[in-house]
């Protein structure tokens, strides 16, 4: 029989916020890799504050996807450029370039999480 557990539901009020680990930007983690019984790698909510960037990677084995809540901005995915504003979504596939540009006047706020996928 399932058991409740006290962590299934989280607020974003009580996540501490941590930078992201391209070090702009921050982001609350509700649930981390070893936190789940899947392939997915980390949900999360983003914040990105006017001018701040995520450099160009890549990540090998891993989809992104990101739902953006408010806020404008660029994503550039393999050198084209997509324009970020509220209620859009993005997948980012595995193994292609790509950055975060927070560059339209306002501050950037999105969720956004990563599935694994066989190398």
């Known amino acids: 029989m399932?058991?409740?557990k006290p962590d299934l539901l989280k607020k974003l009020s009580d996540i501490v916020a941590e930078p992201t680990a391209h070090g702009s930007g921050e982001k609350f983690v509700f649930r981390k890799n070893e936190d789940m019984p899947n392939a997915s790698t980390q949900v999360a909510f983003g914040?990105?504050?006017l001018g701040e960037v995520c450099e160009e990677h890549v990540h090998p084995t891993m989809f992104?996807?990101?739902f953006f809540i408010e806020g404008e901005g660029t994503y550039i995915i393999e050198e084209e450029e997509y324009h970020l504003?509220?209620?859009?979504?993005l997948e980012i596939p595995a193994?292609?370039?790509h950055s975060l540009h927070a560059d339209k006047g306002v501050n950037l706020k999105f969720v956004y999480w990563g599935v694994a996928v066989e190398k």
């Open 2 to 4: 399932y058991q409740q």
């Open 47 to 49: 914040h990105f504050r």
């Open 64 to 66: 992104e996807y990101f």
């Open 85 to 89: 504003k509220p209620n859009s979504f």
């Open 95 to 97: 193994g292609v370039k």
